[in-house]
């Protein structure tokens, strides 16, 4: 049996031809990711992190708070985070996605099908756009890595702090706001 050896390199173009069709297409240096609709769980950890992100960014004038269909394009590719944070765009009047600012902060929730890029693609990606922070928040166990360029990767388990630069007081929260208190 005869195994293939090369993948197929994508494109923006061909991934702005997928259908709506439920799924997040991602692309990742010509790899294409495909993601069913996330679950209850998921969705319930990104509105918690949502809760508590939004007054913050309001409030110190950070930018805004996007989900997906937002999107980060760098180097050819195209990923939808499931949250990030951005300054204004600077061109409110015509802009784009290509044009965008580089995020403060991008947010993966991982599941099962999502593990590997979270870990891997994605952060190099992230990295190497000039992602400030990006968090990888994993329900299955409670924690969420902060991961910043030229830094080790620190696993949180208890109190976690956002302090974006230029702003004078920090977000902190117990992640087990992010998660839900055990009974």
Known sequence: ??????????????LDRLPDDGNRYELVRGVLFV??????????????????????????CVGYVYHPRAVVMFDGSQVEPDIMVRQLHPDENNPSWETAPTPLLVV????????????NEKRALYLDAGVSEYWIVD????TITIIKPATVDEVVRDTMCWHPS????????????VFGRKR
């Not at 049996?1 to 061909?14: G, P, S, Y």
């Not at 993966?108 to 870990?119: A, C, G, L, P």
């Not at 230029?166 to 706001?177: A, T």
């Open 1 to 14: 049996m005869v195994m293939a050896t090369e993948t197929k390199q994508w494109t923006l173009a061909e």
């Open 166 to 177: 230029g702003v004078s007081e920090p977000l902190c929260f117990d992640v087990k706001d």
């Open 108 to 119: 993966e929730i991982v599941s099962r099908s999502t593990r590997r890029r979270d870990y």
């Open 139 to 142: 329900g299955a166990e409670r």
């Open 35 to 60: 993601t069913p609709a996330p679950s209850d769980p998921h969705q319930t950890i990104d509105a918690r992190l949502n809760a508590l992100l939004t007054p913050y960014v309001i409030q110190q």
